[in-house]
């Protein structure tokens, strides 16, 4: 008996989709527009995880002198889940009954980097559990683990619960804790009973870079941030996938023979290239998109990965999600970073080599940087200084006037937590460092003193360079037309240029032209 033509074409259809990919995505607002829901159902998941601020409960009610956030409260958290629910696209993937893997992060608990002094933490760990009934087992948070069955093999995706136990910033230096005992005991059980080809650990923090302490992540508690990795390196082809800073990143550490990797998917609705509408910030979105272009080019961040073919680093400031993809038939793991365009990074790893040794120390994986050869930018280019290459990497314009001071406190606020005014006169030996290390206060050699110097002026020129240009083009605006419609064109979103980016493998790819297979 012949089988009907259409009955061959969904087979045909059907055998040729894979299952072996797991989805995640993170900063969501659920009242703006979420155009990434087409590419990720276009990816066919086997599973889609939230990795925090699924939805957004509080708002900004002051700016100066500084930003203010206040909740909206429980009863505005059960309306919004409700609201992201019938989100056209999330709606269809609900409907596909794909596995939903979730956790929270700050701005879904309720408020602004909150902990578990939130008045209302109960009252939001019910709204939460309401809208995700899969993660309700009866415990104090919304921590889950749960199998995914894919081709070949089996994955443990566990999803922690960094913020209703989570202590205050405000305690003894490196004594906090993300996860209270409770959880601790509970993950330390999970892995070791653990049964699973691979395993992916859902962190709504980064794990890996430190930022010099000016966000949220581990290194903010290095013992909570050691313990954890010790777990890890109990669990067998270890990831930990993270979110809650607005870009994309592929991150990677030597922890003994092992390669501890984290990768980052944050910014669904809005990202540092693509500012959310709210004024003031709208108006200088240009201002805050190349800041931090700027930094990630110039500022140390040494466990961001570099592409081996391209030299292109693993970064991406525009909206979108991430995709694990493993083929246990070739023991690899691609990570894959994408775009309302298509395909922004990709990086593919060995499973066998990915986790952690249990005791050893975590060094950056460093590779070489984008357009500079074999050297290490950090490096001098001659003699006992580096203001060369600084030079060449944000040329200074001759004028800067009045716009120096105030850029290179800018620069000086991405380099180092303490407030400074005007330009540096010296450098303190005791800044606090990545993972969260303060060095002993020591003088600091007189290269390296020239060297971070010029650093941070070549980052206040470009600032102050891309600051004296937003000026002069709002005045000739507001000259042309009137301050009333530049401001209401202002705040209008706008659509990204059409771009092109560097492929991490088959060099330039026009934007929509995906290299990752369909």
Same mark, same amino acid.
């Given at each position: 008996?012949?089988?009907?033509?259409?009955?061959?074409?969904?087979?045909?259809?059907?055998?040729?989709?894979?299952?072996?990919?797991?989805?995640?995505?993170?900063?969501?607002?659920?009242?703006?527009?979420?155009?990434?829901?087409?590419?990720?159902?276009?990816?066919?998941?086997?599973?889609?995880?939230?990795?925090?601020?699924?939805?957004?409960?509080?708002?900004?009610?002051?700016?100066?002198?500084?930003?203010?956030?206040?909740?909206?409260?429980?009863?505005?958290?059960?309306?919004?889940?409700?609201?992201?629910?019938?989100?056209?696209?999330?709606?269809?993937?609900?409907?596909?009954?794909?596995?939903?893997?979730?956790?929270?992060?700050?701005?879904?608990?309720?408020?602004?980097?909150?902990?578990?002094?939130?008045?209302?933490?109960?009252?939001?760990?019910?709204?939460?559990?309401?809208?995700?009934?899969?993660?309700?087992?009866?415990?104090?948070?919304?921590?889950?683990?749960?199998?995914?069955?894919?081709?070949?093999?089996?994955?443990?995706?566990?999803?922690?619960?960094?913020?209703?136990?989570?202590?205050?910033?405000?305690?003894?230096?490196?004594?906090?804790?993300?996860?209270?005992?409770?959880?601790?005991?509970?993950?330390?059980?999970?892995?070791?009973?653990?049964?699973?080809?691979?395993?992916?650990?859902?962190?709504?923090?980064?794990?890996?870079?430190?930022?010099?302490?000016?966000?949220?992540?581990?290194?903010?508690?290095?013992?909570?941030?050691?313990?954890?990795?010790?777990?890890?390196?109990?669990?067998?082809?270890?990831?930990?996938?993270?979110?809650?800073?607005?870009?994309?990143?592929?991150?990677?550490?030597?922890?003994?023979?092992?390669?501890?990797?984290?990768?980052?998917?944050?910014?669904?609705?809005?990202?540092?290239?693509?500012?959310?509408?709210?004024?003031?910030?709208?108006?200088?979105?240009?201002?805050?998109?190349?800041?931090?272009?700027?930094?990630?080019?110039?500022?140390?961040?040494?466990?961001?990965?570099?592409?081996?073919?391209?030299?292109?680093?693993?970064?991406?400031?525009?909206?979108?999600?991430?995709?694990?993809?493993?083929?246990?038939?070739?023991?690899?793991?691609?990570?894959?970073?994408?775009?309302?365009?298509?395909?922004?990074?990709?990086?593919?790893?060995?499973?066998?080599?990915?986790?952690?040794?249990?005791?050893?120390?975590?060094?950056?994986?460093?590779?070489?940087?984008?357009?500079?050869?074999? !050297?290490?930018?950090?490096?001098? @280019? *001659? #003699? %006992?200084?580096? /203001?060369?290459?600084?030079?060449?990497? &944000?040329? $200074? +314009?001759?004028?800067?006037?009045?716009?120096?001071?105030?850029?290179?406190?800018?620069?000086?606020?991405?380099?180092?937590?303490?407030?400074? !005014?005007?330009?540096?006169?010296? @450098? *303190? #030996? %005791?800044?606090? /460092?990545?993972?969260?290390?303060?060095? &002993?206060? $020591? +003088?600091?050699?007189?290269?390296?003193?020239?060297?971070?110097?010029?650093?941070?002026?070549?980052?206040?020129?470009?600032?102050?360079?891309?600051?004296?240009?937003?000026?002069?083009?709002?005045?000739?605006?507001?000259?042309?037309?009137?301050?009333?419609?530049?401001? $209401?064109?202002?705040?209008?979103?706008?659509?990204?240029?059409?771009?092109?980016?560097?492929?991490?493998?088959?060099?330039?790819?026009?934007?929509?032209?995906?290299?990752?297979?369909?």
């Amino acid at each position: 008996m012949r089988a009907a033509p259409w009955a061959l074409v969904v087979g045909a259809c059907a055998a040729a989709t894979p299952n072996t990919r797991i989805l995640f995505g993170s900063c969501n607002k659920h009242d703006m527009p979420q155009p990434l829901w087409p590419s990720v159902l276009e990816r066919n998941p086997s599973a889609w995880i939230w990795g925090g601020d699924i939805i957004y409960g509080d708002y900004i009610a002051e700016w100066l002198p500084k930003v203010l956030f206040k909740p909206k409260g429980p009863a505005y958290l059960v309306e919004a889940y409700d609201r992201q629910n019938a989100v056209p696209g999330y709606d269809e993937l609900l409907a596909r009954d794909i596995p939903v893997i979730a956790t929270w992060d700050d701005h879904d608990f309720g408020l602004n980097d909150a902990d578990a002094t939130l008045e209302f933490r109960d009252a939001s760990l019910a709204a939460f559990k309401a809208a995700f009934p899969e993660a309700d087992r009866g415990q104090a948070g919304v921590y889950s683990a749960r199998t995914v069955d894919l081709d070949g093999g089996s994955v443990l995706v566990v999803a922690l619960d960094m913020r209703y136990a989570k202590t205050p910033y405000d305690g003894p230096a490196g004594d906090g804790d993300f996860l209270g005992e409770a959880q601790w005991a509970w993950l330390e059980a999970v892995v070791d009973g653990s049964t699973a080809d691979a395993h992916v650990f859902v962190s709504s923090l980064q794990l890996l870079e430190w930022r010099r302490g000016k966000a949220e992540n581990w290194g903010r508690f290095p013992k909570a941030k050691a313990r954890f990795i010790d777990v890890v390196a109990r669990a067998k082809s270890a990831v930990v996938v993270s979110g809650d800073v607005h870009m994309a990143e592929i991150a990677g550490a030597r922890c003994g023979s092992k390669l501890l990797l984290d990768v980052t998917s944050s910014g669904m609705t809005h990202s540092w290239a693509r500012q959310s509408p709210v004024f003031p910030k709208y108006t200088v979105a240009p201002i805050l998109t190349n800041g931090m272009r700027l930094a990630q080019r110039l500022l140390p961040f040494p466990y961001l990965l570099k592409d081996e073919g391209s030299g292109r680093s693993q970064n991406y400031l525009g909206l979108n999600f991430g995709e694990l993809d493993f083929d246990f038939a070739n023991g690899t793991l691609t990570a894959r970073i994408f775009s309302e365009d298509g395909l922004e990074l990709q990086h593919t790893f060995a499973l066998a080599a990915l986790g952690a040794d249990g005791g050893a120390a975590c060094e950056p994986r460093r590779a070489r940087p984008a357009g500079l050869g074999e !050297r290490d930018p950090f490096l001098p @280019l *001659r #003699g %006992d200084h580096g /203001r060369g290459h600084l030079r060449r990497a &944000a040329p $200074r +314009p001759r004028r800067l006037r009045q716009g120096v001071p105030r850029a290179a406190e800018v620069a000086r606020f991405l380099l180092y937590p303490e407030p400074v !005014r005007g330009l540096p006169r010296g @450098l *303190r #030996g %005791d800044a606090p /460092r990545h993972d969260g290390e303060v060095l &002993a206060a $020591r +003088p600091q050699a007189r290269g390296e003193r020239r060297r971070e110097r010029a650093l941070v002026r070549g980052i206040a020129a470009a600032v102050a360079e891309e600051l004296g240009r937003e000026r002069r083009e709002f005045r000739g605006r507001v000259e042309r037309r009137g301050v009333a419609v530049v401001l $209401r064109d202002e705040l209008r979103p706008a659509e990204e240029p059409q771009r092109v980016h560097q492929g991490p493998e088959h060099g330039p790819v026009a934007a929509g032209a995906a290299r990752a297979p369909a």
